[in-house]
Structures are given as C-alpha cells and as structure tokens.
C-alpha cells in the first residue's frame, strides 16, 4: 500500500539490501555524520532547516489541523457520530454539509470523529515500531558478531514475509479489536525501521568518538542511546514519520477488508461501511470521499515533511537555482564542487 | 556462488518460519478460532473433514512435537487439505485457478509502473529543475498518499458506474467462454484497465523517486564528467553511462516488489471482486476457510521469496563487485 512511497521518501528501499552484505556501509551517500561533540549544533541545524523549508512547514500546517480536528471533535459533534440523523443518502446540502450515509448517519462527523481513531493507531504504530526498530539497530549495530547475525536474519525475515497477507492471517485469528489492529500493524511494521536504523547505527559504531566511549569504559546502554542515537536523529526522525504513514495506511486497509473492530468510527471503517452498503453503485460519492482523502491529506503531509528531512540532511537533493544552469552538465557535480 | 548459495539458504530460513508461524497460530491465539469455526460449520462438514481439519489446527491429542513434524512434511509435500468453503475441491486446486489472474493483474501494472517510474526518474534527475523534476514528485507523492483500495474505489466510480467506460467486477464477463479468442481477450484486457490502473497510479511514485535519488548520486561521479569531456551525446551518457549504474536498486526494488504484487493487489482485488489469491484469502477469512487461508499465505510467500531469489540470481549477474566477493 503506502509502503512503496513511505520507503522511498526515507531512504531508497532496495540500495540498503544491495549494499548490506557486502561492505556494510549505509546508503547515505553524501550526508556527513557530525563528530560527537557537534551533535547539538548539528540537529538544530536540522530543526532550523525544516522551520526554513516550505514543503515541511506545509506539511506541519495540514498534520495540525487534522490534529486539532481529532481533539475538537467531541466539542463540534457532542453526539455519537454513528447516530442516525437525517434520511438515507441524502446529498451534501447546507444542513449536511457532507450530505449522509446510506443509514442517514452524518458523513462530516463520521469524518471528524474518525480522525480520531485513525490518528491515535497511525501514531501509537509509527512510535512503537520506531521504538522497536532503534533498539534493534542499535543493539545490532553496538554488539555486532552472533547477536547482529541472529538480529539481521530476524529483521530479513520479517522484511521479505508479505505485509498485507500476513496482516489479514494475524487478524484472522487474534479477536477482533483495536489493541489487535495496534499489535498486528506493528509486528508487521517493524522490520523496515530496524534495517535503515541498523545500517545507519553501523556507520557511526565505527567511528573513532565511539570507540573512545567504549575505551574510557562507558556502559553499552549510554553509548548506544548517548553516543549513537543522537547522531542520526534525522534518519530516525524519517523512520518514524514512514512507520506513521504506514500505519495510517495499512489500519485503514485492514479496517476496509472488515478485519478490524467494526464498531469504532475511523476512516477506514467508515470506507468499509460505504463499501458495503453500496455507496459506489448508487452514485452516493459523498459518502466514500472525504475519509479517503483526510488518509491521503495526513500520509500526504507526514510525507511532505519527510522529504523536507531528505533535502535538509542531504545538500544534494536541494533544490539548485535555474540561473545556476548553462548547459547540461549534471548539476549533482556542481553541488558537491 | 556462495552468495547465491547463502541467500539460498537464507529464503529457505524464512520459508520455515513461515511454515512455523502457520502451525502455531491456531494453535496459540486466544479466543480459540478452531472451536469458533467448528461451532460454525459443524453441521455441514463430513467427519472425514472434521478429521483433517483436527489434525492440521491441531486439536488432535498427539504430542505438539509429532504434529509439527507431519504439518512440515504434509506442506512441503503440497497436502494442504481440503478447502471448506469449497468443499470438496482440495486447497491446492482452488489456488491453481486464482493464482494466475493475480499474475496476469500484478504483474502487468509492476511492469508498466517500474518502466514508466523509472525512465521518468531518469528524466528529472537529468534535467534537475526541469518540468518533470519539478512538476511530477510532489504530484505523485501526493496520487500515490492515497489508499490503493480508495483509487481503486474513485476509479470504479468515475470510470466504471459514472462514465461506464470499462465493466466494473470479475476478470472476464459471465457471458464469454474463456477461449483463445480474441473476443475473449479483449474482454480479459477491459476488465484489467481499471484495477491495474490504480496499482501503476499508487506505485509509479516510488519508482520515479527512488530512481531519481540515485541518479543524482551517479550524475556526480567523475566518470560522467569523463564522458562528457569526450563530447559523447548527452543521450547515450544519460542511459549507457548514468542510468545503467543508477539502475541497480531498482532492480533490487523489483524484486521486492514482484512480491509486492501477489499480495498487494489484494486490495485492488478486493474491490473489484478481480478473482485473483488476494480476493480469494479474504474470502477465505470471512468463510473460515482456515485450510484455505494457510494455504494462499504460504503461496504467496513462496512466490515472493522465490522472485526474490530470481532477482539475486539477476544480481549477480548484473554487479560484479557481488562475484568477485
């Protein structure tokens, strides 16, 4: 599903593996990893770039609206929002602004309140399987030999096993639920985080501050989460925001199939109800739209912000000035001149 | 070869653990799906299915042991029972007549949306700052924000009911014999418009990115400024010299793609009842079809794992720093 973009904005998903078994360095072309002392100035560098960047602050002002939304909607819509309060399949009019459902439900606060459901497992999904993806890097990273091997063969494993069907077996069998939607998404979501994390965490294990970490006696936990961790929040900081994007999407894909909990309200459970109580063929467009494009609007805006990352961390991908350009010269060269 | 023969072993590894992970699910989720589905079906299953279906759930009384044993043997082997839902036709049929819709779906949109992707990441990285470098990105990371099943959804509406361009369920209309026709083909073709559409839509973004990422790393390297001191044509630097080194993660890609494909459509299957394995699992899922779902995971984790072994045998054939290793 959103997979393919989620991986490609963060980091070229297939350049990992390529270059993996071979020498074990990262795809980080030409990023440049800061000593351990810079480590401060160099993630406000970040900060101050992404402040700086349009697409990022683009991307942050559509995230908070949909934020604020999911927070006010108890406020604008008190009722439940499944209530029946207007006949069946009206179109949007200026008593339902979004028109109504096949049931006579309110589409604007099915939407509204759906946000907050599809939010809070997008972002749980996105920070626990993060979570699980740093300390697997890093203990990869930071012990190498057996524990690498065994860790490395885990994260391939579950990296080459298909999400969306092992998604579907898993819901099959657990009880229906959100805490299942939560724990299945993340058991499947975890292994690509864990390999960009590793392969970025390897790079600096090799540099010479840890190495004097590990010499002046530091304990392994502080060097990991001290020494490593610091130096590649911004690969961190894209992880994260891909697992979000990835939960969003692959909780509304589930939900749609009808394997999530059918009871809560959230986009894609109101896409399966649309879906099922056949609003694409009785023309009712109203219906099936606007949750579709609140998941696009959010995984749109997480994405923004994902390659603002990019460009703020990797000078290469900025964007370069038309004036700058006489003939046809490659201006990959010029930057990096 | 010893990275062929190590990567051999490393699919078969996960061949295992998905095996594994089949046998102990019903056998260790709570809520008890096995009661769950007999409560259901009791009733219209013959005792010789009840049987089967003790064994491969395990609800028989042999050790744990014996019955992992004889379920690894009976997959390998390809006994994978009988399905319930269709009765009596044996699991491996039903997935012999869905599997190769699936091929015919997801492989036609992976190959157009690679191609197309990448010869547009090509492009943009060639020509930085030019209409496909500046235009195209934001656009497609925005098509391809949207969920598959929701394109899939807006594509049935539009073109299908709204416009009524192109049918709008199964593979081939009811009233056409499947046949080597053209009649026939053309009909398969109509009905494949839509659904692969919206899988080259949502995935041609990736593509184009992942290449272009690439393509501007390899555009700096000193042999590219070699080539054009030659005054070779920029045509001939741009897909000989550049794009043929910046080709090699996306080769990678496609093979992770290809598997991708077999269970990926799966949406896109689902919503426009295409009669490929994905619209088949959940069918199976909502039936409990247990036999049936273990089945159609394991195929397709068998075909993902065994176009990722093609594409390493590819690999190394095309990167000789891998067989100089």
């Known amino acids: 599903m959103t997979t393919s973009i989620a991986n490609t904005a963060s980091s070229l998903p297939g350049e990992t593996r390529a270059v993996d078994p071979l020498t074990g360095k990262t795809p980080d072309g030409g990023a440049g990893l800061p000593s351990g002392g810079s480590v401060r100035r160099s993630n406000q560098g970040l900060v101050h770039g992404l402040l700086t960047n349009k697409k990022a602050m683009t991307g942050a002002a559509i995230l908070l609206v949909f934020i604020a939304l999911a927070l006010l ?48 497992v997008g972002l749980t999904v996105g920070f626990a399987s993060t979570f699980i993806g740093i300390l697997v890097g890093l203990a990869s990273a930071y012990f190498g030999k057996f524990i690498d091997e065994a860790l490395s063969l885990t994260t391939n494993v579950f990296l080459l096993l298909p999400g969306l069907p092992l998604l579907v077996i898993l819901a099959a069998f657990l009880p229906p639920g959100l805490g299942t939607v939560i724990l299945v998404l993340v058991v499947t979501g975890w292994a690509g985080s864990a390999r960009v994390l590793r392969s970025q965490a390897l790079s600096i294990r090799s540099k010479d501050f840890v190495a004097a970490a590990v010499v002046t006696g530091e304990r392994p936990l502080r060097i990991m989460f001290g020494e490593i961790l610091p130096n590649m929040a911004s690969i961190v900081m894209g992880t994260l925001l891909a697992c979000i994007i990835y939960g969003i999407g692959a909780q509304a894909g589930l939900e749609f199939l009808g394997l999530g909990d059918v009871s809560t309200v959230s986009w894609g459970n109101n896409l399966y109800w649309a879906g099922n109580e056949g609003a694409l063929l009785t023309g009712s467009w109203w219906v099936f739209v606007p949750s579709g494009l609140c998941i696009a609007l959010v995984a749109f805006s997480l994405a923004l912000i994902n390659y603002a990352v990019d460009e703020v961390t990797n000078p290469r991908l900025r964007k370069i000035r038309k004036t700058a350009k006489t003939n046809q010269i490659p201006t990959g060269k010029r930057a990096a001149a | 070869m010893r990275f062929i023969l190590r990567r051999l072993g490393f699919y078969l590894i996960a061949f295992w653990v998905s095996i594994t992970l089949n046998f102990l699910l019903p056998r260790f989720m709570p809520g008890d799906p096995v009661s769950r589905m007999f409560a259901r079906t009791q009733d219209r299953m013959q005792p010789e299915q009840i049987e089967q279906l003790r064994k491969l759930l395990g609800v028989d009384d042999r050790p744990l042991w014996e019955q992992y044993v004889g379920y690894v043997h009976n997959m390998i082997t390809g006994q994978m029972g009988v399905s319930i839902s269709r009765f009596p036709a044996p699991v491996t049929e039903v997935i012999g007549s869905q599997v190769g819709w699936t091929l015919l779906l997801g492989g036609t949109a992976l190959v157009i949306a690679a191609v197309v992707g990448n010869l547009l990441g090509i492009l943009a990285a060639w020509r930085r700052g030019g209409a496909v470098d500046s235009a195209l990105p934001p656009l497609l990371i925005f098509i391809g924000s949207f969920p598959y099943f929701w394109l899939a959804m807006g594509a049935l509406y539009l073109f299908g009911v709204t416009l009524g361009w192109f049918p709008i369920r199964h593979a081939f209309s009811d009233t056409i014999e499947p046949s080597y026709s053209w009649a026939f083909v053309s009909d398969v073709g109509m009905h494949l418009v839509l659904p692969a559409l919206t899988i080259v839509l949502v995935s041609i973004g990736g593509w184009m990115l992942g290449m272009r990422n690439t393509m501007i790393a390899t555009n700096a390297e000193d042999y590219i400024t070699m080539a054009q001191a030659k005054g070779l044509r920029p045509g001939r630097i741009m897909f000989r010299y550049a794009a043929r080194n910046a080709m090699l993660p996306s080769v990678t890609a496609f093979g992770m793609s290809l598997g991708f494909v077999v269970g990926g459509a799966l949406l896109t299957e689902v919503v426009f009842a295409y009669p490929g394995v994905g619209y088949q699992l959940l069918a199976a899922v909502q039936g409990l079809d247990y036999p049936l779902m273990q089945g159609l995971f394991l195929t397709i984790t068998a075909a993902v794992l065994l176009a990722n072994f093609l594409v390493d045998i590819l690999y190394v054939r095309l990167d000789p720093r891998v067989r100089s290793n």
């Open chain 1, 73 to 120: 909607a108890p406020v604008l819509y008190p009722d439940n929002p499944s209530k029946i309060t207007g006949m069946a399949s009206q179109e949007p009019d200026a008593e339902f602004w979004l028109g109504t459902t096949a049931k006579g439900q309110d589409v604007l606060a099915l939407t509204i309140h759906g946000a907050r459901s599809s939010l809070f």
